[in-house]
């Protein structure tokens, strides 16, 4: 069965290549699937909030500040398997200030959806 992270029911509509398959196994071993989703409810509660720091710094023109923001959401990514998104924040942490960043980043995070369970992550 797979759940949405945000409605807990419904078929998925990101592709699964969003997750790390071998990280997503290890988490869902060791918090459940409910626990990956309430996990991933709190990342993205919090997303709004460092997606705008992230652009006070594009605005200020604070490439160090833009920075900081893409490392937290970096670390994030990585310790919740979110494999695309990592990709993603990896390049924009080499041109912080690129003008398209805000979007770029968005974009990759309106694909985070659904938690799959390991039936479909294998």
């Known amino acids: 069965m797979t759940a949405h992270a945000l409605t807990d029911s419904g078929p998925p509509s990101a592709p699964l290549e969003v997750w790390d398959v071998q990280r997503l196994a290890s988490l869902l071993a060791d918090v459940g699937e409910a626990g990956l989703r309430d ?9 709004p909030h460092l997606q705008s720091q992230f652009e006070a710094g594009l605005v200020a ?9 893409l490392a937290v959401v970096l670390d994030t990514a990585e310790t919740l398997g979110l494999a695309a998104l990592a990709t993603r924040v990896r390049g924009l942490r080499s041109a912080p200030l690129a003008p398209d960043g805000p979007l770029l980043l968005a974009a990759e995070a309106a694909r985070i959806r659904f938690v799959p369970s390991l039936k479909h992550a294998s």
């Open 39 to 47: 996990i991933l409810r709190l990342f993205m509660a919090d997303l």
């Open 61 to 69: 023109e604070d490439a160090e500040a833009a920075d900081a923001v």
